[in-house]
């Protein structure tokens, strides 16, 4: 922080992200100049083959180039590593050092040129290991050339012409946008921000129909992409350090907290009862929340017996049997639900993986077990759904006989419409209700599946008082991925990095080793900690100088902690009973040590914030979600706290 400017424009690196690369770097022009050195001192300078004037002046250039790298890599290295993430004053020399290594890729390229003129012209008659070194270095150059261009291609930043001039600025470097020429900047940096955005999906997403509707998703999408982080300074190793900060802070506070009060109950005590039970079922309805994806998570959870099982039905001849099936070209998807649920074709009503944004599938099945009519919506699984996923403003949802407005999540709300017409309007329900009229209706979905799954039945509700809703890490649960809860978290990260006085290469290493091999949390210490202010090479940039004056997340830094009251965003909360599953005991264990979990009753405000966890994402998948309701219902190796509040949340499943 903040982004790197050279050659007129604001790149995607700053000027302390070039650590690790350049001592890469360094490590293999030391060896490649180590190595040159030991063939020309081999040779003590003479070489008995033709062109060897012009092997003599490659490889004494050679050495001399390497030599200058070498040396303009060591004060990149230095100079990188100094100051902290928003105290650059020490560094301000880096764009100097920068042009100068720039500039010294042409020699490089010239050297380069001429050693693959020798090797074709001259090299035949000379040693070939001679011969073998000169053409590694001709071919190392030109491979570092190329990461060099693939490099700067990936820092390029579409948005990073220059900031505006000084006398905007203010004397610490918070930007002053409050004028006329700053809110007129602002405005067209953010337009160019949501073109930019628009190709970048539209390239993405290039296989998708270009319609209008997918172009309006794009359009919304982009908008609310590319002002998420417009307003800060920051580039992408910036938020992977607060990222490391902020997990082994939540840590530290976690160890802190008194342990968890557990209540004891009774075998025969109803809430004990009701948890169980209420498990019991999860578990049964988990099953099919999982087969809604299809084949590929069922051979993900089957690599060995999966293909055999599914080898038989897929791509067979099509049956007149299967003209409920929509979207399944092949038939592997309908198999591996079969296979999954363990029901047959005819306790199907109804079976789509029509797939488009907010569109996604699901499938209506007689549960006999149960004695219900189940809706399994499938979560994200395709492109598309991440789509529909990230349409994550609020919109509107009219609901009968509810007098207010109501608002939920955009794309959940799309497609939990979608699939509500096609329920009802299309006459499935009424089809199922005339084969079953005494079945209850339950709906059941994982991920975007959950989350449209709780808004379907909030829709269909009136019409079905009975009806049961398992949600299973909805959004808004495990990852939490709301705009509030977004917010709150970038605001986390400017407020951890700002106050951290320890420079950006040792954050990531000590995060990195945090993630891998566990231990205690670093005690990461403000920027003025034990330092004289007079002895900082530039004042303190704190985390207002991180942010847009007149931003909403500029304005929001001076309010209540609670992310309700410091986001512009409508705060959205999950509905229904919330029954958090933790993993239970140390945060780190062996890979053969035995997984044990607890289970208790939650409200809607526990879910405010983003955890971070490296297990975050590997926590949210379906077949960890069933292993751990498993492992609940059947050795029974969990603690029942249903009414704790100081609850620990490790890895939330």
């Known amino acids: ?159 990073g012409n220059p900031r505006p001039s000084a006398a905007a600025m203010e004397p610490l470097g918070v930007r002053h946008l409050e004028s006329s020429g700053g809110t007129q900047f602002l405005s067209t940096a953010r337009s160019l921000a949501v073109k930019v955005w628009e190709s970048r999906l539209r390239l993405l997403c290039c296989c998708l129909p270009q319609d209008e509707s997918n172009r309006a998703a794009f359009s919304s999408i982009s908008q609310l992409v590319s002002g998420f982080f417009s307003d800060t300074d920051l580039v992408p190793s910036d938020i992977a350090a607060g990222l490391a900060l902020l997990h082994q802070e939540q840590d530290k506070m976690e160890r802190s907290r008194d342990p968890d009060v557990t209540i004891d109950h009774s075998p025969s005590s109803p809430i004990e009862e009701d948890l169980e039970s209420e498990l019991e079922k999860a578990v049964h309805h988990m099953h099919f929340a999982a087969a809604a994806y299809g084949w590929p998570l069922y051979i993900y959870s089957n690599l060995l017996t999966g293909p055999c099982k599914l080898s038989g039905d897929c791509c ?34 109804h079976v789509s993986f029509h797939n488009q944004i907010y569109e996604i599938p699901f499938f209506v099945a007689l549960d006999h077990k149960r ?50 017409r096609k329920l009802v309007n299309d006459g499935i329900l009424n089809q199922a209700f005339s084969i079953a009229p005494e079945y209850k209706l339950v709906i059941a979905g994982h991920s975007l599946g959950a989350g449209a799954a709780a808004v379907l039945a909030i829709l269909l509700r009136n019409s079905f008082p009975t009806l049961k ?53 670093d005690d990461f210490p403000s920027e003025m900690e034990n330092r004289r202010e007079e002895e900082l090479n530039q004042p303190l940039l704190g985390e207002e100088s991180l942010l847009i004056r007149n931003s909403s997340s500029y304005q929001s830094l001076a309010s209540d902690d609670s992310p309700v009251h410091t986001v512009p965003h409508m705060p959205l909360f999950l509905p229904g009973r919330v029954l958090h599953i933790i993993e239970d005991g140390p945060t780190r264990r062996s890979c053969i040590s035995q997984v044990r979990y607890r289970a208790e009753w939650l409200n809607e405000m526990a879910f405010r914030s983003i955890l971070i966890s490296p297990r975050m994402l590997v926590d949210h998948m379906p077949d960890n979600v069933l292993r751990a309701l498993k492992s609940l219902t059947s050795d029974k190796p969990y603690s029942l706290c249903p009414s704790s509040s100081n609850h620990n949340q490790h890895n939330v499943v």
Not at 324 to 344: A, N, W
Not at 479 to 487: A, D, I, T, V
Not at 494 to 520: A, T
Request: charge should be neutral.
């Open 1 to 159: 922080m903040p982004g790197l400017v050279v050659f007129g424009r604001r790149w995607g690196i700053a000027s302390d992200d070039l650590v690790f690369p350049g001592a890469f770097e360094l490590f293999i022009r030391a060896l490649w100049w180590i190595g040159t050195i030991i063939l020309y001192s081999y040779h003590k300078g003479h070489f008995d083959c033709n062109g060897k004037g012009v092997l003599h002046i490659y490889l004494i250039g050679l050495m001399v180039v390497l030599a200058l790298i070498i040396l303009s890599l060591c004060a990149i290295v230095y100079v990188s590593a100094q100051g902290t993430i928003t105290n650059p004053g020490s560094r301000r020399s880096m764009p100097t050092l920068v042009y100068l290594r720039a500039l010294l890729y042409l020699p490089e390229l010239v050297w380069a040129c001429l050693g693959a003129v020798w090797v074709s012209d001259d090299g035949k008659g000379c040693d070939p290991a001679t011969v073998g070194v000169v053409i590694a270095a001709v071919v190392a150059s030109w491979i570092i050339l190329l990461f060099t261009a693939l490099g700067v291609i990936f820092v390029f930043d579409p948005l």
């Open 316 to 349: 067979r001849s099509r049956a007149v049997e299967y003209d409920i099936v929509g979207g399944d070209h092949l038939g592997c998807h309908f198999s591996s639900i079969l296979q999954s649920t363990g029901l047959h074709y005819r306790d199907f009503i």
């Open 371 to 420: 004695e219900s009519i189940l809706v399994a919506v499938r979560g994200t699984l395709s492109l598309k759904d991440v789509l529909t996923d990230l349409s994550a403003e609020c919109e509107n949802l009219p609901i009968d006989g509810v007098t207010g407005a109501c608002y939920a999540h955009k794309g959940i709300s799309q497609a939990a419409s979608y699939i509500y």
């Open 469 to 521: 809703c398992y949600a299973f890490s909805p959004p808004g649960g495990l990852l939490r991925l709301s705009l509030p809860n977004m917010e709150d978290l970038k605001r986390k990260i400017l407020k951890i990095v700002s106050n951290c006085n320890k420079p950006k290469y040792r954050i990531l290493m000590q995060g990195c080793w945090y993630e891998l091999f566990g231990g205690d949390p």
